[in-house]
């Protein structure tokens, strides 16, 4: 499995961007989808995700602004945010992890696949 993010950039606080996570590798309906963020000198943070069933999570920090929309056919996971914030500021990483819906979804150490992250930042 490998995970290519993209879609980062300077945004306004106010506005809005979307990130595209593309999946590499076979069966990607099986598998739970996720964004994390992580702000250089701190701990890799929740943002969202979908499992391969029916479950999304928001982090409470993005709940409302941000969406975790999936599309299987095409192998790709999204993060659509909306109303951004300065705080909203960070590298943006997807995650994947094989269908496990017994563990979860928020916790970054449940997830075995990471792309290589997207810079995302927002003026005030």
């Known amino acids: 499995v490998q995970l290519q993010a993209s879609g980062g950039g300077l945004a306004q606080a106010g506005g809005s961007l979307r990130l595209f996570c593309k999946f590499s590798g076979r069966t990607f309906s099986n598998y739970d989808m996720a964004w994390f963020r992580q702000v250089t000198g701190e701990e890799r943070e929740f943002v969202a995700a979908i499992s391969s069933s029916v479950g999304i999570w928001y982090a409470d920090s993005v709940k409302g602004r941000f969406t975790i929309p999936r599309d299987n056919a095409e192998k790709m996971v999204y993060l659509q945010m909306n109303s951004l914030k300065p705080e909203d500021t960070a590298r943006y990483y997807c995650?994947?992890?094989?269908?496990?819906?017994?563990?979860?979804?928020?916790?970054?150490?449940?997830?075995?696949?990471w792309g290589q992250g997207t810079l995302v930042t927002v003026s005030s």
């Open positions: 995650a994947a992890r094989w269908w496990a819906p017994g563990r979860d979804a928020t916790e970054s150490a449940n997830y075995d696949y």
